[in-house]
């Protein structure tokens, strides 16, 4: 393990740029006693609201507290949960200044309501559309200035509107010319658009989706694996929930790592904790192996925690050197 801890020392001066879905996760917590009279739904009494950084980022907010040199790129709206979000990035010290703004959408907000520990209900606000032909040029412009002093590169797509075809092929296209990693975290109906990245991260199920195949067995994930790979040209790591991760590298090897939570309470934003470590582990010139156990001790933490939620590299220390 002193490998790993030794990247995990270099992770404060990774320079990394997150670019995707921007999202404020609204969190309302309450007890429910009874159902209502006017129709058959259970009451909440509200005891508190929480915010927390969703989507894009949160994946940003995971890598704030682990290096000193994180930034976003997105959109927002012109309102009230872009203050809330923006206040909730500068805390995490991620720079925001590199994300538009658009009169005519909403700041992406995901409402949970929760009991005892148990969601209830999810109250989306979103107007997915993707970025006018002006908005992604902008983009496109902000990248180009970036990407020369960048370590890695982190797309989180959620098809909410900011990463469409010819803005990734501009993206990738970028990273490659600085020889620098690209990390894809995927939206199934976008897969065409990661053909060349350096790692996609899908999860089992949209894996499955991807690649056209039941969710069903072993056989399935190690087929599915191989197609990927070979039809985006891309390392590929699945994700498998408490059957830990599976990582298909192009050179032929595939690697099974075993999860390494103990207590599992709530998966909401695990993928994104997922997608930041492998950023930095590579970005500070981690092997792909090495970069997916430590992203699977960092997954098998915040699993542990309850709303999404971040991993502060002393858990992350401890949890690899208590393995």
Known sequence: MNQYIS???RFKDARILVIGDVMLDKFIWGEVSRISPEAPVQIVNVQKETYAPGGAA??????????????????MGKDRSRDTLNALLE????????????AKKPTVQK?????????????DYEKAEYLSKRDEQRMKKIFDRLVRNLDAVVVSDYAK??????????????????????????????????????????????????AGVPLDNAHTLLGVGKMLMKEMDANILITRGDKGMSLFKKDGQIIHISTKAREVYDVT???????????????????????????????????????????????????????
């Open 111 to 123: 409402i949970r309501i929760l009991s005892q520990n148990q969601q209830l209900l999810r109250i």
């Open 58 to 75: 949160n994946v940003a907010a995971n890598l704030g507290g682990l290096t000193r040199h994180a930034s976003l790129m997105g959109i």
């Open 161 to 210: 509107g900011v990463i469409s075809g010819t803005f990734m092929r501009h993206i990738i296209s970028g990273t490659r010319k600085r020889g620098i990693p690209l990390i894809v975290d995927p939206k199934p109906r976008h897969q065409k658009f990661y053909g060349g990245a350096t790692l996609v991260t899908p999860n089992h199920k949209e894996a499955c989706s991807m």
């Open 91 to 102: 805390h995490r010290k991620v720079s925001t200044k590199h994300i538009l703004l658009d």
């Open 7 to 9: 990247h995990l020392n």
């Open 269 to 323: 934003g695990a993928g994104d904790t997922v997608i930041a470590m492998l950023a930095l582990s590579l970005a500070v010139g981690a092997s792909l192996e090495e970069a997916a156990e430590i992203a699977n001790y960092a997954a098998g933490i915040v699993v542990g925690k309850i709303g999404t939620a971040t991993v502060t590299l002393e858990e992350l220390r401890r949890s690899l050197e208590h393995a």
